[in-house]
């Protein structure tokens, strides 16, 4: 519920042309926010059947709030201190999954993060070429790491995999997010320290944003 304050609030927030009113709503969604991220913290280290499906949607609702309020954020810089905070915050919904799986199919939520099957889909020819591109890039200039380069290379499969899956899945309202939890930790790391090749990589993971411009939380 708390999830859900905060990120109506916000809306409400995004919505109005009011200076007055916009920012009568900032206070409230922050606090209500604090307490579900609190309160999701506590949950999340013992999961069960009673409340898989709250955790779920707690973490999917704070990862759009996350999203939403980057774009009041005046340093641009700030946007990749929101992509880690939403890597820590959706990285363990596929680990929940998983230890749910037995009762899995009677959660609510179960379609919602259980997309069709992107196996058979092809990788558009623009975006296959980009990969292939950063693939040599790695190879030429990741600096001879090999570990480093094996991270970056990993992230890029992550990219196909995520751009297959909004393909397969086009009315699918968190696919693009696919790619912030399945992303290696000491990828985000990476990110976080602002390591050039890491960055670059991240610059191609706009372009399945850019898919859900369309989205309020997600806009430009």
Known sequence: M???????????QCSSDDAQRTAKYREPAIQNYDLALSQLQLLVVEIDEANCGSVLAAATLLGFFSSVYASFEEDDSRILTVFWSNHQLLRGVPTI?????????????????KPKPWDHVPIPAGFQHGMDILRVNISAFGGGDESKNEIYLKAVQMLQENVKAEIANPQHITISYMFLPAADRRYMGLVAARDQMALVILAHYAVILHRQRHRWWMGD
């Open 97 to 113: 999954i998983e230890h749910t799986a037995p009762y899995f199919s009677e959660i609510k939520l179960a379609a919602i993060v």
């Open 2 to 12: 708390h999830a859900i304050l905060a990120l109506s609030a916000l809306h409400l």
